[in-house]
């Protein structure tokens, strides 16, 4: 079985100031990790995987995630919160099923 | 195309009637998935399809619910008379293979049930 957390259904920042949005996860199997991002009536958007490579995670927009097995975590951060990350973010997890497991989502409020 | 596509991007329908919603998965991509979306639900599992195939129709909430792919490609979610609770956003992935693999998504469809 696997599951995911997201341990915030919102977190407020101000533009400039740094972002951690949580997620823990539990898994049977070795995971595959991944974080999504979806701006308002947006679809969703892959920002960074993690797939039992490189346990740091570059992605896409200056995001990065660790993945942490001891803590079974895999935070995402950013060292500099944009106006335009203003967006929900979903942690997800895959341990070979076919299909992944989304956490309920963590708004990102930016303010000026 | 260079995504998921989907139509239509949003439907209105009273409770009781029939409705389609429709993906066209990137080219090539063997793997095609429906979630959906709904306030106080986040986002759940419904199928998944491996070419034509769906071994798993657990996911699907209720038998009024149903899923078809033809062809490796084209996929459409129906839901019969439908519910006020039905209304949710639709969403479809595809993926190259099942697994692994990073799943892309179409934008939506958003359905509301009058």
């Known amino acids: 079985a696997q599951s995911v957390t997201q341990l915030d259904s919102h977190v407020s920042v101000s533009e400039g100031t740094p972002v951690l949005l949580r997620c823990n996860y539990s898994?049977?199997?070795?995971?595959?990790l991944f974080w999504y991002v979806q701006h308002p009536n947006k679809g969703l958007q892959l920002l960074l995987k993690y797939t039992s490579a490189a346990t740091l995670v570059k992605g896409i927009n200056g995001f990065e995630a660790e993945f942490k097995k001891s803590e079974t975590s895999f935070h995402l951060t950013k060292p500099s919160a944009h106006m335009s990350d203003a967006a929900e973010y979903f942690c997800?997890?895959?341990?070979?099923?076919?299909?992944?497991?989304f956490g309920k989502g963590t708004m990102l409020l930016v303010s000026p | 195309g260079a995504g998921v596509s989907q139509s239509p991007s949003n439907k209105v329908t009273e409770k009781g009637k029939d409705v389609e919603l429709r993906c066209d998965p990137i080219?090539?991509?063997?793997?095609l998935y429906w979630y959906r979306q709904s306030l106080g639900q986040g986002l759940e599992f419904l199928i998944y399809?491996?070419?034509?195939?769906?071994?798993?129709k657990s996911g699907l909430p209720s038998d009024r619910f149903s899923a078809e792919r033809t062809g490796g490609s084209v996929s459409t979610l129906t839901i019969q008379r439908t519910q006020q609770e039905d209304s949710a956003v639709y969403l479809c992935?595809?993926?190259?293979?099942?697994?692994?693999?990073?799943?892309?998504f179409g934008p939506g469809t958003r359905l509301t049930v009058l």
């Open positions: 992935a595809s993926s190259l293979v099942l697994g692994n693999n990073e799943q892309f």
């Open positions: 898994s049977s199997y070795s995971p595959s």
């Open positions: 080219s090539g991509h063997t793997a």
């Open positions: 997800v997890v895959n341990s070979g099923y076919s299909t992944l497991t």
């Open positions: 399809f491996q070419g034509n195939s769906a071994p798993d």
